[in-house]
């Protein structure tokens, strides 16, 4: 069983930025594809980036794409995403998840907790 522990959620200014990290439990982590989705208040999960386990594929949804990084360090079992230019519509809960790949989240088999990142206008 793989378990995902997320950090570097705060609260940042608009035009900030943030970067998120997720450790992996388990060796098993650098066979997984691994991604990230965000969910805010009163609104759907949604998909935000995905890495494949050599970390030589990569997938962002629109509204994200040019201002956040998907990355991995397979050495340390951690996963990273760099937030950049970061917006207001950024504030989420973001999850780290494993075990799938896609913009669908029940294609994913692991999710962390969450982790709160707030951005003020």
């Known amino acids: 069983q793989v378990q995902l522990v997320e950090s570097g959620g705060e609260l940042v200014q608009a035009g900030g930025s943030l970067r998120l990290s997720c450790a992996a439990s388990e060796r098993t982590f650098t066979a997984l594809h691994m991604g990230w989705f965000r969910q805010a208040p009163g609104k759907e999960r949604e998909f935000v980036a995905a890495?494949?386990?050599?970390?030589?594929?990569?997938l962002y949804a629109e509204s994200v794409k040019g201002r956040f990084t998907i990355s991995r360090d397979n050495a340390k079992n951690v996963e990273y995403l760099q937030m950049n230019s970061l917006k207001p519509e950024d504030t989420a809960v973001y999850y780290c998840?494993?075990?799938?790949?896609?913009?669908?989240?029940?294609?994913?088999?692991?999710w962390g907790q969450g982790t709160q990142v707030t951005v003020a206008s």
């Open positions: 890495i494949s386990w050599t970390g030589g594929t990569t």
């Open positions: 998840v494993a075990g799938g790949w896609g913009t669908d989240p029940t294609r994913f088999s692991y």
